[in-house]
C-alpha cells in the first residue's frame, strides 16, 4: 500500500513519457514547415528569374514545385493541430489520474487511521474519562469537607447566632437619635440692628466666684 500511496504511479510515468514524445515530433514537424517554406519561397525567386529570361515553361516548373511544398507545409501544420489536441487530451487526462489518485491515498489513508481507532476503543477511553473525573470529583468533595474541631460546629446554631447579630446591629441602628439639621442663617433687613440675646442667668457658683473676687479688689 505504501508504494502506492508515496511511489509514482506506472500509468503518471506513461503520461508524462508520451507528453515528452509529442512534443519532440512538434518540434521535428515545426522544423520541416520552416525548411519547407524556405524551399517555396525560393522556387517562387527562381520563377522570377526564368519569366526575366523568357523561359516560360521553367518558370511554370518552378510554381509547381512551390504548390507541391505548399501542400506539404498544410499537411504539415494539419499533424501540429492534431498533436495539441493530444497533447491537451493527455494533458487532462493526467491531471485527472493524479486528482484521483490523490484522492485515493487519502481515503486508504483515512481507512488506515479508522482501523487504528476502534469504536469499542473510543468507548472504552470515554469511559475512563468519566471514571477520573468522577473519582477526582469525589476526592476534591473529601478534602472540602470540615475535621477536627470545626466539624463538631452545628450550623444551625451558627446561622441563628448571625441572625441575632444582624437584628442587634438593626435595633442599635434605630435606636440612635437623628441628626438634628443646621440652623439656617437669620436675614436681617438693611437698617436695623440684630436684637441682643437676653443675658443668661448665673449660677451660684458664678455668684460666689464674683463676690470673691470684689472682696479681693478692696
Known sequence: ??????????????????????????EMLEKKEKVLLKKA???????KE???AKNKRAAIQCLKRKRLYEQQVEQLGNFQL??????IM???????????????????AMKSMQKATNIDDVDKTMDEINEQTEN?????????????????FDEDELEAELEELESAELEEELLQPATTAPAAPVHTPAGRQPARAAPQK????????????????L
Open 202 to 217: 448665673r449660677t451660684a457658683e458664678e455668684d460666689e466666684l464674683a463676690a470673691l473676687q470684689a472682696e479681693m479688689a
Open 136 to 152: 477526582m470529583k469525589q476526592i476534591q468533595e473529601a478534602l472540602a469537607t470540615p475535621i477536627g474541631a470545626a466539624a463538631d
Open 90 to 108: 493527455l494533458e487532462g487526462a493526467k491531471a485527472t489520474t493524479e486528482t484521483v489518485d490523490a484522492l485515493r491515498s487519502g481515503a486508504a
Open 50 to 52: 526564368y519569366t526575366k
Open 1 to 26: 500500500m505504501f508504494p502506492r500511496i508515496f511511489g509514482k504511479p506506472k500509468q503518471e510515468a506513461n503520461a508524462v513519457t508520451t507528453l515528452d514524445k509529442l512534443n519532440e515530433t512538434l
Open 41 to 47: 519561397a525560393a522556387e517562387v525567386e527562381k520563377a
Open 82 to 87: 492534431r498533436i495539441h489536441d493530444q497533447m
